[in-house]
T-cell receptor, first 117, second 111 residues
Framework: NAGVMQNPRHLVRRRGQEARLRCSPM?????VYWYRQLPEEGLKFMVY????????ESGMPKERFSAEFPKEGPSILRIQQVVRGDSAAYFC???????????????FGNGTRLTVT | SQQGEEDPQALSIQEGENATMNCSYK?????LQWYRQNSGRGLVHLIL?????REKHSGRLRVTLDTSKKSSSLLITASRAADTASYFC???????????FGAGTRLTVKP
């Protein structure tokens, strides 16, 4: 039973390019969450999605960032026109039950480390 | 605003000793969870304690929750070098979808 899979593991982009981060949740999980982590810091919530729906994007910057979780395929976090400040580790997590109760734990992937040069 | 705040920020102990980490939060919660993160990896769920629970055990882990003080503690007994990691508390508030993480406690267990 594969865990949460994120790819790529490392991504290097030049300023102004686009970054696409992929997340395949655990089998049977239909809720996906994206978090961002700077070195030596905790995780900052970005967005919570169900299949084909964005439930809560209150943690995501209004510009350049977007997320989707299509009916088929992985969830995608997309960052357009990347800047150096976007360099961070981006973690995806999934859960089975309705995330609004949060009584089920999150299962995390190993993250994508984005470096903007 | 940051919800869970762990202290200490860093803790270094000898193998066999107990490690205690604390977490404080600001608003009413549904539950509080502790996670562990090894360097370069994702977070791994350790234990969940609901707002109506006061103490919970799992193996060498003991978690307490004091909702009147808005605080929780994680105790790791008889620590091992393999316990070296960062530990995060995460709070889940009522009527809110996101789980808020603190900055973590970096635990080093020396063999």
């Amino acid at each position: 039973n594969a865990g949460v899979m994120q790819n790529p593991r490392h991504l290097v982009r030049r300023r102004g390019q686009e970054a696409r981060l992929r997340c395949s949740p655990m089998k049977g999980h239909s809720h996906v969450y994206w978090y961002r982590q700077l070195p030596e810091e905790g995780l900052k919530f970005m967005v919570y999605l169900q299949k084909e729906n964005i439930i809560d994007e209150s943690g995501m910057p209004k510009e350049r960032f977007s997320a989707e979780f299509p009916k088929e395929g992985p969830s995608i976090l997309r960052i357009q026109q990347v800047v150096r400040g976007d360099s961070a580790a981006y973690f995806c997590a999934s859960s089975r039950r309705d995330g609004s109760s949060y009584n089920s734990p999150l299962h995390f992937g190993n993250g994508t480390r984005l470096t903007v040069t | 605003s940051q919800q869970g705040e762990e202290d200490p920020q860093a803790l270094s102990i000898q193998e066999g000793e107990n490690a205690t980490m604390n977490c404080s939060y600001k608003t009413s919660i549904n539950n509080l969870q502790w996670y562990r993160q090894n360097s370069g990896r994702g977070l791994v769920h350790l234990i969940l304690i609901r707002s109506n629970e006061r103490e919970k055990h799992s193996g060498r882990l003991r978690v307490t929750l004091d909702t009147s003080k808005k605080s929780s503690s994680l105790l790791i007994t008889a620590s091992r070098a393999a316990d070296t990691a960062s530990y995060f508390c995460a709070t889940v508030m009522y009527n809110n979808n996101d789980m808020r993480f603190g900055a973590g406690t970096r635990l080093t267990v020396k063999p």
